[in-house]
């Protein structure tokens, strides 16, 4: 069974910073590409970070020098580490897997992160 496995969020107020991450179990780790996406209430879900063919990491604009993801294979897992927090960085995080050669692409169930003083 594929898990995705998020955890890391919580309550921090702004400025401050958090580390989430994302174990994964069931699948061939070094298959995938690992990404974050966030939704806000009321909005979109949107790409905040992932990883790239290239090897260099792939930012919306808006976390750009703040975040940071980054992946342990051995542990089977992704983190991204956020740090400089906004109130506008409130959101519910997710990761993706998403396959390198066609093979399904698999979501985690989220965790919360609130940014207020």
């Known amino acids: 069974q594929v898990q995705l496995a998020e955890s890391g969020g919580g309550l921090v107020q702004p400025g401050g910073s958090l580390k989430l991450s994302c174990a994964v179990s069931g699948i061939v780790f070094s298959l995938y590409r690992m990404a974050w996406y966030r939704q806000a209430p009321g909005k979109q879900r949107e790409l905040v970070a992932t990883?790239?063919?290239?090897?260099?990491?792939n930012y919306t604009d808006s976390v750009k020098g703040r975040f940071t993801i980054s992946r342990d294979n051995p542990k089977n897992t992704v983190y991204l580490q956020m740090n400089s927090l906004k109130p506008e960085d409130t959101a519910v995080y997710y990761c993706?897997?998403?396959?390198?050669?066609?093979?399904?692409?698999?979501w985690g169930q989220g965790t919360q992160v609130t940014v207020s003083s």
């Open positions: 993706k897997g998403e396959s390198t050669i066609g093979l399904p692409t698999y």
């Open positions: 990883e790239s063919r290239s090897g260099i990491p």
